[in-house]
């Protein structure tokens, strides 16, 4: 295996531009995943894996897959190329993956997370984490503020971008997709007149989140079949949407008896 020692290598150079720039993961089909258990999480959901750079002073076990590619680098050069906290010494170039609604897999009783206009990877993120944690059908992402497939989207969210099914889509498709399937709308919103425990999650359902400073469009507000709140009794009106989403969701799970 090949070293490369000097960060102004062009492989290296290239690491970098698809860490900051979206226009270069779209371009060339490539997104970065740093650490083994996102690298194995993506490799378990059929994930590519197109390249993997190792850097073994950090690194030094075997690797539990074969990549078709692979280049050792030093730890100057890891350096300029990771980006978590704990790092493990690996380094991927995954391609990604582009679900249509159509190719969504969903159980008899489905529950989907739907998020409009996400801005923040952070959030993204840990709302992939909460997804996972429930095991939930299906997250869609309508009209995305954000790249899916930003490194910091896959960092927050600890691989789980990886282990859920996700779609981007407009707000249009979703809707119409979701009434084809009789999965009933169910809007998160300041204006709603109905708590959230009070909703029957229990059925085919659907929990629609907007951002944080504006909330949710006047379609969705339209569209949907009810409108629900969370219960707010400080001096605040809302909370962050990665955490309103967690607490609509193991509401559905609880009403589901955690099935």
Same mark, same amino acid.
Request: glycine share 6%; hydrophobic share 40%; aromatic share 6%.
């Given at each position: 295996m090949e070293l490369i020692a000097s960060p102004q290598n062009p492989k290296i150079k290239n690491v970098v531009r698809l860490l900051e720039k979206a226009s270069e993961r779209?371009?060339?089909?490539?997104?970065?995943?740093?650490?083994e258990r996102e690298i194995e999480l993506a490799l378990r959901a059929g994930y590519k894996l197109h390249t993997l750079f190792i850097c073994k002073e950090l690194h030094p076990a075997p690797l539990n897959f074969s990549p078709e590619h692979s280049w050792e680098i030093s730890k100057v050069v890891f350096d300029k190329i990771a980006y978590r906290e704990n790092r493990d010494g690996l380094v991927a170039l995954i391609v990604p993956k582009k679900l249509r609604l159509q190719d969504l897999k969903l159980s008899s009783n489905p529950f989907i997370i739907v998020l409009e206009a996400v801005?923040?990877?952070?959030?993204?993120g840990a709302i992939l984490r909460t997804a996972d944690a429930a095991h939930i059908d299906a997250v869609i992402i309508c009209d995305p503020q954000t790249d899916l497939y930003n490194p910091n989207?896959?960092?927050?969210?600890?691989?789980?971008?990886?282990?859920?099914?996700?779609?981007?889509?407009?707000? #249009?498709?979703?809707?119409?997709?979701?009434?084809?399937?009789?999965?009933?709308? @169910?809007? /998160?919103?300041?204006?709603?007149?109905?708590? @959230?425990?009070?909703?029957?999650?229990?059925?085919?359902?659907?929990?629609?989140?907007?951002t944080e400073a504006t909330g949710l469009s006047d379609k969705w507000l339209q569209? /949907? #079949? #009810?409108?629900?709140?969370?219960?707010?009794?400080?001096?605040? #009106?809302?909370?962050?949407?990665?955490?309103?989403? /967690?607490?609509?969701?193991?509401?559905?799970?609880?009403?589901?008896?955690?099935?």
């Open positions: 779209k371009e060339q089909n490539l997104t970065v995943v740093e650490g801005e923040k990877p952070g959030n993204l989207v896959i960092r927050s969210g600890i691989g789980c971008l990886f282990s859920n099914q996700v779609v981007v889509c407009t707000s #249009d498709e979703a809707i119409n997709w979701l009434r084809q399937k009789n999965i009933r709308t @169910y809007a /998160a919103a300041l204006t709603a007149t109905h708590f @959230y425990h009070k909703a029957n999650l229990a059925q085919p359902s659907a929990v629609v989140m907007g569209e /949907a #079949d #009810d409108q629900i709140k969370i219960p707010m009794r400080g001096q605040i #009106d809302s909370l962050n949407v990665s955490t309103s989403t /967690a607490i609509l969701v193991f509401e559905a799970m609880r009403q589901r008896g955690f099935q």
